[in-house]
């Protein structure tokens, strides 16, 4: 049996290659998009960040596949007499059916949307048009990459999974910014983003092809069908599609309520912010099948002990950034993207942080509730977040604007976030919120809180990027120190043993 301290080091190290992939990517964007920004302008950029919101609303179309797909790779992966053959039959089959089907009415609407949907101004439509349908045939083959990373997270190559991310996120924007450098316009970048799926698709079939065990030849298990399968998939699905709407449909309101260039100046900050809810994202990927191999008299308590080490394990590694960002936003715009983002972004993007934090402690119940086959949960609260965006943004934009949006943003993840922990801790792991707060919140917040207050009063002295990494590097000791000293025997034990050569 594995002893609770190796499980606790193969979670942090499952983590890691994912977070160092992430890192990876959003190197590569904070590098590239600043070119494109200017080269491209605030306009046209906001066709750009169309072009990629659209190939989110396409992969929707594949009806929970990707999270089928991982469940019954991982479960039939530790049980040999199943089906894992027939995983990969029916995952196949339902990416590239909904990829085809959602590709053609984007394809063939591309026009309505632009105009009717998005607001277009005339001058930019032709432009609009184009970029939906390379969105359209992008998102064929981002559906296949979704399948094969399906494959690898379900038999835990995150290596390989986070090899592919970096791949196709990583370089997308660069080469974007090449097309804009070779005077190829949005229409080059265009291109580049489906060719460049189409390259990265293949690659990712081929890795997955070659790490799958020879059992996969096996027949399936009594029980398991594709009506099984779909129906988990589909259980799930509402959950993706409300995600849809809390954190892409603000792109819709703001380009028929402001313009192309409002949507840019609200777009990029909060795409990079987005970028974060991968990290815990992550965690509760890496969690959900180390939960599901708890078994026996003993279950109940180890799932709170690592509940609660997890919750504490999330907020160590992203409240640091999330400090840093709120403290030193004004500062990271400007230097970064200009002073006109320094200007107009800043508290929108403030509120997004905080949207963020909630957001992220999500991340460990959610790992939970669907370990214990309970997706309609997880979908009654993606629903709860997406109507309450949907009637703030209603409510909100046309007085306060972007500033609106994020307001909006952050009222979606406060409120249910209140009932969902309520839920999950008393009906399912029998804690109380002092116990939660006390094993799970304290100790990172209060580190947080001294970060906090000590970096904040002098943020604006943060003029140029050393001394903005300056203060980023004194804001993390800042925090860490305080951790170490805040954190119980046992997760410095783990912290000891991960820092070892493997």
């Avoid at 998102?139 to 990373?149: P, R, W």
């Amino acid at each position: 049996m594995t002893s609770p301290g190796n499980k606790a080091l193969r979670f942090a190290r499952y983590v890691s290659w994912n977070v160092l992939g992430q890192l990876g990517v959003g190197v590569s964007s904070f590098l590239f998009i600043p070119y494109l920004v200017r080269g491209m302008g605030l306009s046209t950029y906001g066709l750009y960040i169309l072009m990629q919101t659209a190939t989110g609303y396409l992969l929707i179309f594949c009806l929970g596949a990707g999270s089928a797909t991982f469940k019954y790779v991982a479960q039939f992966n530790a049980d040999p007499g199943a089906g894992l053959k027939q995983t990969l039959r029916h995952g196949l089959m339902m990416h590239v059916i909904g990829a085809l089907a959602g590709a053609a009415v984007f394809g063939l609407g591309a026009q309505f949307f632009i105009v009717h949907l998005f607001r277009v101004p005339q001058s930019q439509a032709a432009a609009g048009v184009f970029v939906l349908r390379c969105a359209a045939i992008a998102a064929i083959f981002m559906a296949l990459i979704q399948f094969a990373v399906s494959i690898m997270q379900g038999l835990r190559r995150f290596d390989l999974q986070n090899l592919v991310a970096f791949l196709q996120n990583g370089l997308a924007p660069v080469g974007a910014a090449a097309a804009i450098a070779w005077g190829l316009g949005l229409h080059g970048a265009a291109i580049w983003f489906a060719a460049w799926n189409a390259a990265v698709c293949l690659l990712a079939l081929i890795l997955a092809w070659r790490i799958l065990p020879e059992r996969s030849g096996r027949k399936a298990g009594p029980g398991f069908n594709f009506k099984t399968f779909a129906g988990y998939g589909l259980s799930l699905w509402f959950g993706p599609l409300a995600w849809i709407v809390t954190f892409q449909f603000d792109k819709i309101f703001i380009a028929r309520a402001a313009s192309l260039s409002a949507l840019t100046l609200y777009a990029v900050p909060a795409g990079i912010l987005q970028r974060l809810q991968v990290l815990p994202a992550i965690v509760g990927t890496v969690l959900l099948p180390m939960i599901s191999e708890l078994k026996g008299p003993d279950a109940p308590a180890a799932l709170r002990r690592m509940y609660l080490k997890s919750v504490r394990f999330v907020l160590w590694l992203l409240l640091p950034v999330f400090v840093l960002l709120f403290a030193l936003m004004p500062q990271f715009l400007t230097l970064w993207l200009g002073g006109e983002f320094g200007d107009r972004s800043v508290w929108p993007a403030r509120w997004l942080v905080i949207a963020q934090v909630f957001l992220m402690i999500h991340s460990v119940p959610n790992a939970v509730v669907a370990s214990r086959d309970k997706p309609w949960h997880l979908s009654a609260v993606a629903w709860a977040q997406a109507i309450i965006s949907l009637l703030a943004w209603k409510l909100l934009i046309g007085r306060y604007e972007l500033l609106g949006v994020a307001l909006g943003s952050l009222l979606a993840q406060i409120i249910p976030a209140c009932f969902y922990l309520a839920y999950v801790h008393r009906n399912i792991l029998k804690i109380s919120f002092k116990e939660y707060y006390q094993e799970g919140l304290r100790a990172p917040c209060l580190s947080a809180a001294i970060m906090l207050g000590l970096v904040f009063p002098f943020h604006a002295s943060a003029t140029s990027w050393p001394l903005f990494a300056l203060f980023s590097l004194g804001g993390m000791a800042i925090f860490y120190g305080s951790t170490w000293f805040l954190c119980n025997p046992e997760d410095r034990t783990t912290v000891r043993e991960f820092m070892e050569p493997a």
